[in-house]
């Protein structure tokens, strides 16, 4: 099968183009000319060149192509470029489904996110829920969901297509949580916020393996919630410290951290930096709880993630851990 990666580069999607790659796939991957293209050493992968928004670019990736895996996003939270962002996740979603339709792609699996879903108010609720949240917590949520949007138009309209939802995206070479973890098997993570806060987990290989099973076995337009379970960042500290005796941080004032969040905010849109608390993230923190029941998968796809507590040691017993040493 002929595959296109867009994203190939990045966390998610590197890990899909292995995946492929390994199976047999002849994998193509869309990056941008400034990308850094680490992650993809060593695979057999033709890379073409060009922005998400280049139908042009696109189009030469999508030539004999038979399933499109739409990975390229711009993930942040915080003090973010709302409009990049914006090109990115929607107009971008929109140049990738209008040229697949045109190049004739058979299918196209949409990597999205439960953030579409809004706060369910920490019930945990499956591909059935309704949106109950008024608004967006976070530019991120809205264009993600604006592209979800898009997504399901083309379905409605008889493109093949299937979107996965995942929870929070863990492995080794994790961009986000991984420099956390880092801090933290170095012993320099002393204190945290929001011990309470509940996170679901996948492993990033699991999550391709969801995309390939969707490519497979699901029907047309079909969503699906992509979480092996949740835990709170406390808990998840604690299996942390059990594998390797580092203390849990302590728990950080809320009261503190709501202040020094409404403080920092401010500073960083006016200097166009990103604090490490922001109203944003401290909203996300302890405002918001986003929880999931991924038995759809299982059931449907035959699905079978690795466990949240395996991810976790699997991650600080692997190589990265070995490194942070």
């Given amino acids: 099968m002929k595959t296109l990666v867009t994203g190939a580069n990045g966390f998610t999607g590197s890990h899909l183009?292995?995946?492929l790659s390994q199976r047999g796939d002849e994998v193509i991957g869309l990056v941008r000319?400034?990308?850094d293209r680490s992650r993809l050493a060593g695979?057999?992968?033709r890379l073409v060149e060009g922005d998400i928004t280049d139908q042009n670019a696109l189009q030469i990736a999508m030539q004999g192509v038979d399933v499109v895996f739409h990975t390229a996003?711009?993930?942040?939270?915080?003090?973010?470029?709302?409009?990049?962002m914006e090109r990115v996740n929607v107009a971008g979603t929109r140049a990738v489904l209008e040229t697949a339709r045109r190049s004739g792609v058979k299918k196209l699996v949409h990597c999205s996110t439960i953030g579409i879903l809004g706060d369910t108010a920490g019930k945990a609720v499956?591909?059935?829920?309704?949106?109950?949240?008024?608004g967006f917590s976070s530019?991120?949520?809205?264009?993600?969901y604006e592209a979800q949007q898009l997504v399901d138009r083309a379905a409605r309209e008889g493109f093949h297509t299937v979107s996965v939802l995942p929870s929070g995206i863990f492995g080794a070479d994790d961009p986000h949580f991984g420099p956390v973890l880092k801090s933290f098997l170095q012993g320099k993570l002393k204190l945290w916020a929001g011990g309470q806060r509940v996170t679901g987990i996948v492993h990033v290989d699991d999550l391709a393996l969801a995309m390939l099973l969707a490519v497979e076995k699901a029907q047309p337009g079909e969503h699906y919630i992509i979480s092996a379970g949740d835990l709170t960042t406390r808990e998840m500290f604690e299996i942390l410290s059990q594998?390797?005796?580092?203390?849990?941080p302590a728990e950080a004032p809320e009261a503190l951290v709501r202040l020094v969040g409404n403080l920092l905010d401010p500073i960083g849109r006016l200097f166009s930096w990103q604090p490490p608390l922001s109203r944003?993230?401290?909203h996300y923190v302890y405002d918001r709880c986003v929880r999931v029941d991924a038995t759809k998968a299982r059931q449907q796809l035959g699905w079978h993630p690795r466990s949240p507590e395996t991810v976790l040691k699997e991650i600080v017993n692997s190589r990265f851990y070995s490194n942070s040493q």
């Fill in 17 to 19: 183009v292995k995946l």
């Fill in 33 to 35: 000319r400034s990308s």
């Fill in 43 to 45: 695979l057999p992968v």
């Fill in 73 to 84: 996003a711009y993930v942040e939270l915080g003090i973010v470029n709302m409009a990049e």
């Fill in 126 to 134: 499956d591909e059935t829920f309704q949106r109950q949240q008024q």
């Fill in 139 to 144: 530019a991120y949520d809205r264009t993600k």
């Fill in 243 to 248: 594998e390797t005796g580092i203390p849990v």
């Fill in 280 to 282: 944003e993230r401290v």
